[in-house]
């Protein structure tokens, strides 16, 4: 792979290592331990993940693997809650990677770790199954919090903000077949507001494409965040991709 260990990963490794509580995460926890495998192919690189997060309270690493067929074994056998994956593990591409993980049906939710991805590309690892892309550069706290939220439930895009990804998914979606309304409770308006919100219309511009006041869209998309589950637009844009209420142009 391209990514090699230097100055800006070893800093970043090292330094924040020594402050773990500034992460302002809380470290009393009531739901245990969050077991978590590293599959990296760079011996220093794993290392280093490995003794900020075993010193980390609340985090225990379960193993380290460098190839993916280590990978989906210890999946399989393990039970991790977070594997951290290296985009480009063993050479192959990482969405190939997130293809095999799916197709073998491991409940464990992914962090993809790399160099600069495009967002094309980030869009497509949510899509597989993942639940975070963070750069291999990334801090300490930038890793113990990205952990965190996936661990909860949430989406973890490093420094990608909504507008932007939102606005990448936009060039990906259209209308879904007939049917796909009555999904997960969903009223017809209810749905053309997922749409909207997954092709980077704000508030007002859904309130003016469908005659609603601003209140009413406000409504709307409180209603849908929990029938979802969901918490912010962001989640609402993934979510509606990850379950097909939304799908590609061809």
Not at 13 to 34: C, I, P
Not at 224 to 231: A, E, H, P, R, T
Request: include cysteine; charged fraction near 20%; hydrophobic fraction near 40%.
């Amino acid at each position: 792979m391209s990514s090699q260990i230097g100055p800006a990963n070893t800093l970043a490794l090292k330094g924040l290592n020594l402050k773990t509580s500034a992460t302002g995460r809380n470290t009393n926890r009531n739901f245990g331990t969050t077991r978590i495998l590293i599959a990296d192919d760079h011996l220093l690189f794993r290392n280093g993940l490995r003794a900020l997060l075993d010193n980390e309270p609340g985090f225990q690493v379960i193993g380290e693997v460098s190839d993916i067929e280590l990978t989906l074994q210890m999946v399989r056998e393990q039970k991790p809650d977070i594997l951290l994956l290296d985009w480009a593990l063993s050479r192959r591409d990482g969405m190939r990677i997130m293809r095999e993980i799916m197709a073998a049906g491991v409940p464990v939710r992914t962090i993809l770790l790399a160099v600069p991805i495009d967002k094309p590309d980030i869009v497509k690892a949510i899509q597989l199954g993942a639940f975070g892309v963070l750069s291999r550069d990334a801090t300490a706290g930038m890793l113990f919090e990205g952990i965190s939220k996936v661990r909860d439930g949430e989406y973890c895009l490093g420094q990608e903000g909504v507008a932007s990804l939102v606005g990448e998914l936009r060039s990906h979606t259209a209308s879904q077949p007939r049917g796909a309304t009555r999904q997960f409770g969903l009223t017809r308006r209810e749905f053309e507001i997922v749409v909207a919100v997954v092709a980077g219309y704000s508030n007002l511009e859904i309130a003016e494409t469908y005659s609603l006041s601003p209140h009413t869209v406000k409504h709307h998309i409180g209603h849908i965040f929990d029938k979802l589950g969901v918490s912010n637009r962001l989640e609402l844009a993934l979510f509606a991709v990850n379950h097909r209420l939304v799908v590609e142009n061809p």
